[in-house]
């Protein structure tokens, strides 16, 4: 598995996560100043310093619970609210859209344009602020140094571990299921048309050559596909034209942003078995929040009063319903990370979270860490 | 028939995936062996799977910790097994006709990009010496004789795309490639002598009919081809035609 996966899931991830509470926020009618104050303090959290510095150390990829875990972090890191049905389908809309980009990358190596092209638009969203303007350029840098020279088989590498990463999801997307790139089983429709990655020839010539070299025979076959040359590469550099349009911001106000919720039976009384062995991953995980979130430099808000509720619903009710029937196996057993929006080292950060509430059963562990994952089922 | 499962622990929320997990059957001249390669290392099994005969770890002393780790592509030659690794290094197993004495006999340097595959059929008479082909993840093929000590025979550069997939068929080499495209070139010289134009996205695997000829290529572009080969006895040139 490639260690240097981690930037680009976490960067697109965002992005996307940052198209949706745009368009959001703009169909809640939420007044200017407030939005932008909610996008700049999401974007500058995510673009710290010294969180970067931890997303880009070598490291495996966590869990899909933990990788969420950062994100509800993140989006509370303004003033908006979310509740869990919210943050649930905004989760689910963020990865179902960058699997989709991923998959579709017609070289291995496009996921590093499909980063670029969320990061060209977050600098869209964040225009009036030059510091936070900065901090994306050079988050642009570390990108450029990092996979800039990196061959063709380690983004493959890089491909397949992020598509594992994504492996069995199946969530339908009302967006994608309306053009059509979507069935109504959630798989992706693979399209055998248009024009083909830069470096690859169109399909449908065989050539022969004899022992000196010289071509000595050519024949022409029906490929079964419709596809075209490619027209030209896209820039890696800080600015220019990406090509691909895989990343660019697909909503807009009167697209709406629905999920579909497809379990695999419709049957909620049918429980997937629960392990009883304890996740030898835990501990790690533990470890990589608490040095992910640790990095992250949250602001109180001013006004506690500032806050307010966003829903990724058309309607309360609608909100409701869908936190009630949200199938057992989607559901994504937050961690919940109570620390405080200082910053904190991890012996700190464990040691708050050992002041939680316990219960009246007493416990014996062996260490902290065990205390840890106990209060973490407990929750 | 033998499945690959990649899950490493129960929790549905953690996926220990094992990248570079492979399952290849080993038919040595008394023996068949199951071979799984992984990122920790190597394990070889009786046939029915009942008794593992041999463990070979990973030594991953001169990985950089951004490397990733792993063994990958399997072949068969003679009474050897060829597994290959993430250093470019193809380790050399000796198989007894028996029994679990297995041994490392030799370690091969020819690639310095991982490994992607490896084939290998029986040496074809004496014209025929190449008998075992490897291929990284640069394009490079490197074309072998083996042996008690394995010759590195000719070397066949890349193109800048890896290639994921190789086959030897009657001394001709069979690559498919990260852009699409199925070479074939002559063994022995390294000459090319066919270039398709077969896919729009990289292919993903080859496979040989050794006895008809055919050689069958999947890539990412959702289509599968077969293609019929040839080899015209005085000219020593190959062809292929397409049949689906």
Known sequence: MSVRTLPLLFLNLGGEMLYILDQRLRAQNVPGDKARKVLNDIVSTMFNRKFMEELFKPQELYSKKALRTVYDRLAHASIIRLNQASMDKLYDLMTVAFKY???????????????????????????????????????????????????????????????????????????????????????????????????????????MFNSKGEEVKTVEFKHGGNYVAAPKEGSFELYGDRVLKL???MYSVNRPVETHMSGASKNLASQTQESIAPNPLAKEELNFLARLLGGMETKKPSDPEAGFRLNLFATEEEEEQAALTRPEELSYEVINIQATQDQQRSEELARIMGEFEITDAPRQSASKGDDLLAMMDEL | ??????????????????????????????????????????????????????????????????????????????????????????????????????VLSEELAGHQTPITDIATERAQGQDCVADMVTADDSGLLCVWRSGPEFKLLTRIPGFGVPCPSVQLWQGTVAAGYGNGQVRLYEASTGTLHVQINAHARAICALDLAPEVGKLLSAAEDTFVHIWKLSRSPESVSIEAAPLL
């Open chain 1, 101 to 207: 980009q991923v998959l579709m990358c017609p070289r291995p190596k496009d996921v590093l344009l499909v980063t670029f092209n969320h990061l060209d638009a977050i600098k869209g969203l964040i225009r009036d602020s030059p510091a936070i303007l900065n901090q994306v350029d050079e988050t642009f840098q570390q990108l450029t140094e990092v996979y800039g020279g990196l061959s063709a088989g380690e983004f493959q590498l890089i491909r397949q571990t992020l598509l594992i990463f994504f492996q069995d999801l199946h969530i339908r997307v009302s967006i994608f299921l309306k053009d059509r790139v979507q069935n109504s089983n959630g798989r992706f429709v693979l399209p055998v048309s248009g024009p083909v990655p830069w470096g690859t020839e169109v399909p449908g010539l065989i050539r």
């Open chain 1, 247 to 249: 990343g660019t911001n």
């Open chain 2, 1 to 102: 028939m033998v499945a690959a499962d990649s899950e490493g622990s129960k929790d549905p929320g953690v996926r220990q995936a094992d990248l570079g997990l492979l399952v290849h059957w080993c038919v040595l001249p008394f023996r068949v062996l199951l071979v799984l390669t992984s990122h920790r290392g190597i394990q070889m099994f009786e046939s029915d799977g009942s008794i593992m005969v041999y463990w070979h770890a990973l030594d991953s002393g001169d990985a950089s910790p951004v490397q990733a780790v792993f063994a990958r592509g399997i072949a068969a030659s003679g009474h050897f097994i060829c597994v290959g690794t993430w250093s470019g290094r193809v380790l050399v197993f000796d198989i007894p006709a028996k029994g679990p004495n297995i």
